[in-house]
């Protein structure tokens, strides 16, 4: 090993990609994949459904909440979980997103997406160790 | 002989002086005056037992109405530092910069690193009403990201005036900045999960704008940034109408000075009191750290507005 300086570049580069490819996955634009929504605008109440999709580097136990609803909550540690909430579309409440990893070390992301009518409203991602909790604002889309 | 050393002596220990004067080094703890009790918390903080603070505002005192008394002075001429909050909170300090500058008393003054938002406008829609727009809130520590920059200020004017004791000063800033970083976290989360459509703070002056423009709130104060003038009936009548309007759920009072046209809004509008806010500092009690009165305005102003 110490005589191949290609052999060692090689081990480094793989070893770099192994790390890195989880975070690209995560934090890539995501130009296919969401299929258009379902949903649509309740006009006569005021009233639109907000999907919002959670990612994680790794498994965790997801939940999103927004005030005045239940929670919705992952069944177990997974990757991507998906949540609709119905809320006045001229002022939607803020989200409070939690995220429980089951891999205890090292640093963990969570990307949270929140879209309305096909339209993306708030794309963030936290970052945290063990467990991350925290507020994602929604603006009027 | 006996001369001899005397003389040595006494050359040593002007030597010794001379050696700390010329490198400005810090004999003792660094003395503090503070004129206030968010400054004062926060020096105590990155001082820790380097510093010796002294509160000349206290907590119990409105700053508004504060003025320094002859004993003051004196107290505040022999500090090394002084604290202010700035944006004009206390209106006497620019007539004390000069005399604290042939003093040798470093001034540091909060404000100067907070970004200033503008205080709202008592007499807007009212008839004859004339602008006079321009008057900055002083009461930035309802920000937490505002005290956190304020933090690294009071360790920069700290290290400044005892070099010495960088390390340490280095070490407690950036240990109550990752409290004010969880801080900042835990009133976000709280926050969200009062509705947006109530997060209406009616309040006896209008110290809050930091916090509602930071989380989303709007404020209806029934005074100014100053506590200054008395509201006029025109103003109280439209607050009154507007708490109505808009089902505003409660109104809250302050720790210190509030005005007497808060009762007669509480019993026209029927409106429930929310208890009791610290707009213009620390208070006692629960309130007694910057921490503490955080966690307390914030935690009042949710169970009240759910």
Known sequence: ?141 | MKGKCVAMLRLLLMGVIGVFLSAGVQAGPVRIASLNTVMADVARNVGGERVEVEEIVHAGVDPHLYEPAPGDWKRIETADVLLAGGLGFEPYLERMRPVLANAGVRVVAGGDVVTPIEGACEGHGEEGHHHHHGEMDPHWWHSVSNTRAVVMQVRDALMAQDPDGRESYEANAAAFDQRLEALEKWVRLQVVSLPKANRVLVTSHDALGYLASEYGFEVLPVQGVTKSSQPSSQHVTRLIREIKERRVKAIFAESLENPKVLGQITAETGVRSGGVLYADGLGKGDASTYEGMMKHNVGTIVEALK
């Open chain 1, 1 to 141: 090993m110490r005589g191949f300086p290609l052999l060692r570049i090689l081990v480094v580069a793989g070893a770099l990609l192994m790390l890195g490819v989880p975070v690209w996955m995560l934090t890539r634009d995501r130009v296919e994949g969401i299929a258009a929504p379902v949903v649509e605008e309740r006009e006569a109440t005021g009233m639109a459904d907000f999907s919002v999709v959670m990612t994680s580097t790794t498994p965790a136990r997801l939940s999103v909440t927004a005030v005045n609803d239940a929670v919705r909550e992952s069944d177990g540690g997974v990757r991507r979980f998906e949540a609709r909430f119905e809320m006045p579309l001229a002022q939607p409440e803020d989200l409070a997103v939690f995220a429980a990893f089951e891999a205890e070390a090292g640093p963990q992301a969570l990307r949270v997406e929140v879209r309305s009518a096909g339209r993306l409203v708030v794309d963030r991602t936290f970052w945290g160790e063990g467990e991350i909790h925290d507020v994602v604002e929604v603006a009027a889309p």
